[in-house]
């Protein structure tokens, strides 16, 4: 077992991390301890990384396509009657 007690954020209170390799690490196991996916930043305050639960922009825009996209495929509505497949 290791014991290490992490550095805070001043500003945030996250986890410092010094390099990127080792924030990735950490959010890897997170994901593989807790199913938390998490992403890794570099802080603008301390210059080091953390961890955070919000993705980045574009990954979010993409996200909120597929929500929206879930959101009108996700419940499939009751098959008019007469509804044929089309054939390919
Ligand atoms: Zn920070």
Redesign the pocket.
């Known amino acids: 077992m290791h014991y290490f007690t992490p550095k805070r954020?001043?500003?945030?209170r996250?986890i410092?991390y010094h390099d990127k390799a080792q924030a990735e690490f950490a959010a890897r196991e997170a994901f593989i301890e807790r199913g938390a996916e998490l992403w890794v930043y570099r802080?603008?305050?301390?210059?080091?990384w953390?961890l955070t639960h919000h993705g980045p922009r574009e990954e979010r825009l993409l996200r909120g396509m597929d929500r929206y996209a879930a959101s009108r495929q996700g419940k499939p509505r009751s098959r008019k009657r007469g509804f044929k497949p089309r054939k390919r």
């Open positions: 954020c001043a500003s945030s996250k410092m802080c603008d305050y301390c210059s080091e953390h």
